[in-house]
C-alpha cells in the first residue's frame, strides 16, 4: 500500500508547487520621483487586454489600490469616443484633470513542457520455505512518467504622468499557471503595488 500511496504524494507535491506565483521580474522608476495618494485628483486606468470583461476586471483591480482616485477607462472611455486619436485624448485626458495613467498590458505567454519521471524501485519479497525465512527474489516497481505544460504570462505595467506627459515608473511581472485572468491581474496589481511601496515610489 505504501508504495502506491507515495508517488500519488509526489504528484500532489509537483502539482501544488507548479500553482500560481507571480513576481517582479523587472521595474525601473524616475529617479527620486515620488507619488502621494492625498495629492493626487484622479488617475485614469487602462488595461489593454482584447476581451473585455478581462480588462474590466484587470482595470477594477488596479483601481482599488488607488484609494478611490482611480477612474477605470471602461467608464471614462465610452464608445462614442475616438480611442485612435492620440491628441484628442491627450487633449480630453488633461481638460479633465487627470494627474496620471496606470496602464497593464500582456506582453508575452512563455509555455514550456516538463517530463516528470516516474518512480523505480526494488523492493523484497520475504516469505518461509523448508530452509527457513530468506529473500528470494527482488519485485521491480515502477510508476510511468508525465509531461506536465507550464504557462507563464508576462504582464507590463506603466505608471505615466499627465502635466509632463512622460512615464515615471515601469515594471514587468510573471504570472506562472494562473488560475483565471482575474486572479491573475488580483495577484500582479498586488505585486505591482508592493514593489512601489518598497521603492518608496508611492506614498499615503
Known amino acids: 500500500m505504501t508504495k502506491i500511496i507515495l508517488p500519488t504524494i509526489i504528484a500532489v507535491i509537483v502539482i501544488i508547487s507548479s500553482c500560481s506565483s507571480t513576481r517582479i521580474t523587472s521595474s525601473w522608476r ?15 486606468v487602462v488595461a489593454l487586454f482584447k476581451d473585455e470583461t478581462s480588462r474590466h ?12 482616485k482611480g477612474i477605470v477607462s471602461y467608464n471614462y472611455l465610452d464608445a462614442n469616443f475616438n480611442k485612435a ?3 484628442s485624448l491627450r487633449e480630453k ?3 479633465d484633470g487627470f494627474d496620471a495613467a496606470v496602464t497593464m498590458r500582456l506582453v508575452d505567454v512563455d509555455k514550456e513542457k516538463i517530463y516528470n519521471p516516474g518512480n523505480n524501485s526494488f523492493y523484497p519479497r520475504y516469505y518461509r520455505n523448508f530452509s527457513g525465512y530468506y529473500y528470494r527474489s ?10 506536465t505544460t507550464t ?3 508576462s504582464i507590463e505595467t506603466n505608471v505615466y504622468t499627465i502635466k509632463e506627459d512622460k512615464i ?13 485572468l482575474q486572479k491573475m491581474t488580483e495577484a500582479v ?3 505591482v503595488y508592493k514593489k512601489m511601496l518598497k521603492e518608496g515610489f508611492v506614498s499615503k
Not at 476586471?57 to 478611490?68: R, T, V
Not at 527482488?138 to 509531461?147: A, F, K
Open 30 to 44: 524616475e529617479p527620486d520621483k515620488t507619488v502621494v495618494f492625498e495629492k493626487l485628483n484622479k488617475v485614469l
Open 57 to 68: 476586471n484587470a482595470e477594477d483591480q488596479m483601481a482599488g489600490y488607488l484609494d478611490g
Open 85 to 87: 486619436n492620440e491628441e
Open 93 to 95: 485626458i488633461k481638460a
Open 138 to 147: 527482488w519485485n521491480y516497481y515502477s510508476t510511468p512518467g508525465y509531461y
Open 151 to 153: 504557462k507563464t504570462y
Open 168 to 180: 515615471i515608473w515601469s515594471g514587468v511581472t510573471a504570472t506562472t499557471n494562473p488560475d483565471g
Open 189 to 191: 496589481a498586488h505585486a
